[in-house]
Every structure is written in C-alpha cells, then in structure tokens.
C-alpha cells in the first residue's frame, strides 16, 4: 500500500461528500488486499482489477454513506461485504449485521471484520425472511438486490414503522418505483456518480409505514 494510494482514495471520496480519516482509508484499502487474496481460491468477486475493485467496490458502497440513518443498520445479501463493510469502517459508532445465505460470503466478511478490527460488525449467514432480529433495524441496505418489490418483501420481517431502505440502482428504475407495495412509502431517488465507475448508478429511499393503504397520501390524517 503507497501514501498515494491512500491519499487518491481520500480524494476520490471527498467527491461522495465522505470524508476518510487516513486510517479509515487504510483500512478500505486492506480490505480489498483480504478480498483478493480469498478470491483467489474462493471466487467471491468477478471483479479483480485494482482500480476497478476501488471503484466497484469501495467507492460505490460509500456512496450512501450520508443518507444513514439510527445506529442499527443491516446489509441484505451482503455478498463479500459490500456496500456494509466499507460503511462499517467509515462508521464506527454505528453497528451493522451483514446477512448473506452463501456460507463462504459469510466467512469472508467474518474474516475481514476480525482482520480489520470491526467490532461494529456482525456476520449473519441467513436468509432474509428467516431472520427474527431483537428489535426492528433502522436502515436496511441492499445492493443488486432483486427488485424493488421483492426487495420490500424480504425486508419486511427486519423493518419497523419508519424504517429506512436504502436500494442501490442503476438507471432510475421507474416501472419497479410504480409497483412499489403500499406499505412502503418512496422517500427519493439520487443520482450518483461515483468515481471511476462507468455503469449508472442511483440511490432509491423508501421508508417502512406498515398499515398505509395503497393510493394513501404520505402524511395525511
């Protein structure tokens, strides 16, 4: 790792509006060290050029660092531990649960944490709807993640009233924005361009408001 290296980093996140600590750029950057030495024989990611794993990997996942919200946050189907463990290192006041049913995922992102020293972070080999968490999470993320529908229902179980779902996209999706469920109420969409990555690439947030029926007014009485 060269202090270039890490100062690009930091740069290139200033344009995300996140601000990394050397340290936290460090970190990032080991990260993806771990990441390639498991590839090698565990094949968690297509993704294997440098630069493109900086971009792909690390920068996309910060790109909804500023719109987390409460202190529990969950990854679903985390994958290697994207967007969740760049977000973990950038956060550490805040606690994430990173869920994935593919076991050698899991035990990456278990490796990573222990090897990074995350201890804000908790790696669940699990699938969504079989989850039975203590208490609601705050915000929930998920990252090429089936639909935006099929993206409610598995968030379902892990949502209370007001809880934020966080749904990274490509192109504006506006036909799964239209069959969105009733119960989930569309809070925005954001475009974002994240450095070095060529693909489009937008931030949908919805919130949880069990109970809101479909053609209801957000808000209304």
Not at 75 to 88: H, V
Not at 194 to 205: D, E
Request: charged content about 20%.
């Amino acid at each position: 790792m060269q202090a270039a290296d890490v100062t690009d980093l930091r740069e290139r996140a200033l344009r995300l509006d996140v601000k990394l600590t050397p340290e936290a750029a460090e970190r990032l950057l080991r990260l993806l060290d771990e990441l390639a030495q498991w590839n090698r024989t565990y094949n968690l990611t297509s993704i294997t050029d440098p630069q493109a794993m900086i971009a792909g990997h690390l920068l996309d996942s910060l790109a909804a660092s500023t719109e987390l919200a409460g202190e529990r946050i969950a990854d679903l189907g985390t994958g290697a531990g994207f967007p969740g463990l760049p977000l973990a290192i950038v956060h550490p006041e805040r606690q994430f649960t990173l869920i994935d049913s593919t076991a050698k995922k899991v035990r990456f992102v278990a490796h990573a944490a222990r090897a990074l020293g995350l201890n804000n972070v908790k790696a669940v080999h699990a699938r969504a709807e079989e989850l039975q968490p203590d208490s609601p999470f705050d915000t929930i993320l998920a990252r090429a993640v089936a639909s935006l529908a099929g993206l409610a229902t598995l968030a379902r179980p892990i949502a209370g009233p007001g809880t934020l779902l966080l749904a990274y996209k490509g192109q504006r999706p506006d036909e799964e924005i239209a069959a969105l469920p009733a119960d989930w109420e569309l809070i925005g969409v954001r475009a974002v361009l994240v450095p070095g990555l060529k693909a489009a690439r937008c931030l949908v947030s919805m919130k949880y408001r069990p109970g809101m029926r479909s053609g209801a007014i957000p808000g209304a009485q």
